[in-house]
T-cell receptor, first 114, second 111 residues
Framework: DVKVTQSSRYLVKRTGEKVFLECVQDMDHENMFWYRQDPGLGLRLIYFSYDVKMKEKGDIPEGYSVSREKKERFSLILESASTNQTSMYLC?????????????FGPGTRLTVT | SQQGEEDPQALSIQEGENATMNCSYK?????LQWYRQNSGRGLVHLILIRSNEREKHSGRLRVTLDTSKKSSSLLITASRAADTASYFC???????????FGSGTKLNVKP
């Protein structure tokens, strides 16, 4: 079974703190994604990576950065957390095989910034 | 934006009834996928339909795609209480590295 794991299910941080959210997948997928999910807004793409050290901005990259030093790990960094970054963060991966674009999701991290 | 839009936003039915959810999108797609999310959890892939397909079945799920209308529907037959969840459509355009999700349909199946 494909497994995507996220470092924390729940996280509470203070405004201004630097926050690291980690995501690991065990299927040797090239592509990894970070989304945030807010009520009424669905999932919005923050950043994605199609290879080690490669990244592209999604629709809402402001206030975030990412790191992909190893193929299996994709980190989302909040440089200086703000209350409007309180959200559910979802990591996903897919292998980019033309026969299947299915994304595999982690369980999510619910981040609260106070 | 390419984002898909689901309709209705919420749906409440009795166990055993069928549930139909719709998704509309704006630009040409490579494929369209449906996902389920149980409360507070990650998304689980249900079914994928390619732009050259019109209908697809998987168990109690039936998906249709009308590219001329830029719309898709997900039908869950003989619903169960365990089907209670949010359902999202996601579209993949020809740059397959990006997916666009709608805001979801919240389905409640009453026992």
């Amino acid at each position: 079974d494909v497994k995507v794991t996220q470092s924390s299910r729940y996280l509470v941080k203070r405004t201004g703190e630097k926050v690291f959210l980690e995501c690991v997948q065990d299927m040797d997928h090239e592509n990894m994604f970070w989304y945030r999910q807010d009520p009424g807004l669905g999932l919005r793409l923050i950043y994605f990576s199609y290879d080690v050290k490669m990244k592209e901005k999604g629709d809402i990259p402001e206030g975030y950065s990412v790191s992909r030093e190893k193929k299996e790990r994709f980190s989302l960094i909040l440089e200086s957390a703000s209350t409007n970054q309180t959200s559910m963060y979802l990591c996903a991966s897919h292998g980019g095989d033309s026969a299947s674009y299915e994304q595999y999701f982690g369980p999510g991290t619910r981040l609260t910034v106070t | 934006s390419q984002q898909g839009e689901e309709d209705p936003q919420a749906l409440s039915i009795q166990e055993g009834e069928n549930a139909t959810m719709n998704c509309s999108y704006k630009t040409s797609i490579n494929n369209l996928q449906w996902y389920r999310q149980n409360s507070g959890r990650g998304l689980v892939h249900l079914i994928l339909i390619r732009s050259n397909e019109r209908e697809k079945h998987s168990g109690r799920l039936r998906v249709t795609l009308d590219t001329s209308k830029k719309s898709s529907s997900l039908l869950i037959t003989a619903s169960r209480a365990a089907d209670t969840a949010s359902y999202f459509c996601a579209t993949a355009i020809y740059n397959f590295n990006k997916f666009y999700f709608g805001s979801g349909t919240k389905l409640n199946v009453k026992p």
